[in-house]
Nanobody, 124 residues
Framework: QVQLVESGGGLVQAGGSLRLSCAAS????????MGWFRQAPGKEREFVAA????????FYGDSVKGRFTISRDNAKNTVYLQMSSLKPEDTAVYYC?????????????????WGQGTQVTVSS
């Protein structure tokens, strides 16, 4: 059974930082792109960041560019999201996703596997 388990969420003040982790089990994602999405109450799921299988290509949503960094450790089957300069509007449930191919994509249909999500709350 394939599982993606996010961790690292929590409550942080505006301007602070958090590092999210997503550990995969049940299969290797070393050859697959990985992504992070988020969903705030009453809003649609939003693309945050994606990384190719090798880590050589990364993409970010406009709202997080320059503040968030996605990375991966294929030996650990884990992907990370370093979040800095957090804003109250970053408050959401953050989801990790396992891609269908090796190429990073911003589209939700490009991902076959999803974690259960981790809550990030940024206070003003």
């Amino acid at each position: 059974q394939v599982q993606l388990v996010e961790s690292g969420g929590g409550l942080v003040q505006a301007g602070g930082s958090l590092r999210l982790s997503c550990a995969a089990s049940g299969r290797t994602f070393s050859w697959n792109a990985m992504g992070w999405f988020r969903q705030a109450p009453g809003k649609e799921r939003e693309f945050v960041a994606a990384i190719s299988w090798s880590g050589g290509s990364t993409f970010y949503g406009d709202s997080v560019k320059g503040r968030f960094t996605i990375s991966r450790d294929n030996a650990k089957n884990t992907v990370y999201l370093q979040m800095s300069s957090l804003k109250p509007e970053d408050t959401a449930v953050y989801y990790c996703a396992g891609g269908r191919s090796s190429r990073a994509t911003m589209a939700t249909y490009g991902y076959d596997y999803w974690g259960q999500g981790t809550q990030v709350t940024v206070s003003s």
